[in-house]
């Protein structure tokens, strides 16, 4: 641009000859007129569109088709850039991720319209934790099924956990923060969120928040703030919006497989503390693991973990089974008719009459299915021997094995039903423990008629009299009673004087 300026001047200026200022320079004379005739700066036009990839060999279009069909999945079966260069690398290519990268971000700018800009966001430590939801596909007992899964992001340190859940009712936004604060061994001051109804009841045209209860209750229990974003706004908590992208294609593409959600859970805590070992987007000569533990110093004791149930009064049917979610489940037999407190977890079911734990099951997520506990009918069966044979909470009850062959025995004769009733009513009194020790000596002594197997009961239940020790010394008498029968008269005589 400066030698432009000095060859215009030169000649129409100065009035310098083509010439002469062709020689001084070195340029042509063609050149020195191309510049005389056009006032605005020289540029550089290429001839040919410069290549910016390495994807030859029919990998573009390759790559290309491989974008097209994930187009056509739901959002969350679509691959990575990074899964997108692995079938590449399967399939023979050679050259670097960052060529698939460009050409990945190329066709995605192509496909969007999008042209937001955002002020970038700085927290500090401990400051800010983000929460959202996903829904991804996992493979549980060699079943497809959706999962709801909670993202959490510490916003400084950036790091992430993650926990999977069937759904996503209140009692599980409960369980999910206590376990992310567990996981994180601390809590930050603040907790960003959406604006569900699990958590936010109202929110009003100024954009005040009125917190459903419950979660209001974890929230003091911790101490922490919940800030709810302004509706259809994902990008004030956008760093977990980002993760959800990115450990969809990281975590669930493909599909995991478990055995049941506990070991899937068990699995992606294992691989959120991997993806801590990834270098920092900010700090990147520092990794994500070795921010968290400077961070950690910022956030608070985690104290006594937050008891995260959903309590609701229901009352208990004449089948002594109470209802939730669609599915029944039962109390002892004492409760038919009565209102008990159901407290719903994530993962079990508690029933409570006054402070007292009543009833234990676990959390089922089927529809329309009854959940016995055997023993909480056994009462019944002092008045109702012949429900043993046809009841519902009996048919497949897993007794030990000792009492299951005494229960067969019993139930070929007549009357059995009601002999086996009276040994399953002392099981209640004597425990479960005691009744099967006795059922498994009388099988091995192969008595088990009813008077038998009571008495080895009582035999267990008896206390043991500890005998004295041999070297034991009686106290000796000092004088030698004499007999003398007068001394009775005597005292039959004071006797009949005091009446």
């Not at 050409?103 to 700085?122: C, N, Q, T, W, Y």
Request: aromatic share 10%; charged share 25%; net charge positive.
């Amino acid at each position: 641009m400066e030698s432009v300026s000095k060859i215009r001047l030169w000649v129409l200026v100065e009035g310098r000859s083509i010439r002469s200022v062709a020689r001084a320079t070195g340029l042509s004379r063609n050149t020195i007129k191309k510049y005389l005739k056009d006032e605005s700066p020289p540029s550089y036009q290429r001839q040919v569109p410069p290549v910016r990839h390495k994807l030859c060999n029919g990998f573009d279009l390759r790559l290309q088709d491989l974008f097209d069909q994930d187009q056509k999945r739901p959002r969350w079966e679509r691959r990575t850039a990074v899964r997108l260069y692995e079938q590449l690398v399967s399939e023979g290519y050679t050259g670097s991720y960052s060529p698939v990268q460009r050409f990945v971000r190329d066709l995605k700018r192509a496909g969007a319209s999008s042209g937001e800009a955002f002020i970038p966001l700085h927290f500090a430590a401990g400051d800010a934790l983000q929460f959202d939801w996903s829904e991804e596909r996992v493979v549980l007992g060699g079943v497809e099924q959706k999962v709801k899964v909670a993202h959490f992001r510490l916003c400084h340190s950036r790091k992430p956990f993650v926990a999977a859940y069937p759904g996503e009712s209140q009692e599980m936004v409960l369980d999910a923060f206590v376990r992310a604060l567990s996981f994180y061994s601390g809590v930050p001051r603040r907790v960003i969120i959406d604006n569900p109804k699990t958590m936010v009841t109202y929110v009003s045209r100024s954009k005040d928040r009125v917190f459903h209860p419950r979660f209001l209750a974890l929230m003091n229990h911790y101490v922490m703030e919940p800030v709810a974003c302004t509706p259809a706004s994902g990008w004030e908590k956008g760093q977990v919006e980002n993760q959800v992208q990115f450990l969809r294609g990281r975590l669930f593409v493909p599909m995991p497989a478990f055995n049941d959600l506990d070991a899937l859970n068990n699995w992606l805590r294992l691989r959120c503390e991997e993806l801590a070992n990834r270098l920092h987007p900010e700090q990147s000569d520092r990794t994500i693991a070795q921010l968290f533990e400077d961070e950690r110093a910022d956030l608070r004791p985690l104290g006594r973990a937050f008891d995260g149930y959903v309590e609701k009064t229901v009352r208990v049917r004449s089948t002594c089974l109470v209802q939730y979610a669609s599915n029944r489940y039962s109390v002892p037999s004492r409760f038919a008719g009565q209102h008990v407190s159901l407290r719903a977890y994530a993962g079990r079911i508690v029933l409570v009459s006054g402070q007292d734990v009543i009833a234990e099951h676990k959390r089922r997520f089927t529809r329309n299915v009854s959940y016995f506990e055997p023993w909480h009918y056994v009462p019944l069966l002092d008045r109702k021997p012949g429900a043993l044979r046809n009841g519902a909470p009996f048919v497949d009850w897993q007794l030990p094995d000792a009492m299951h062959r005494i229960r067969e025995r019993y139930m070929v004769g007549k009357g059995g039903d009601r002999e086996f009733v009276d040994l399953l009513l002392l099981a209640q009194d004597h425990g479960i423990e005691v009744v099967e020790t006795a059922c498994e000596l009388a099988v091995e002594q192969s008595t088990l008629r009813p008077p038998a197997i009571i008495n080895l009961i009582n035999q267990l239940v008896e206390p043991v009299i500890t005998p004295l020790s041999d070297a034991y010394t009686y106290p000796q008498l000092t004088l030698r009673p004499e007999a003398d029968c007068k001394r009775y008269e005597t005292l039959c005589a004071a006797g009949a004087v005091a009446a």
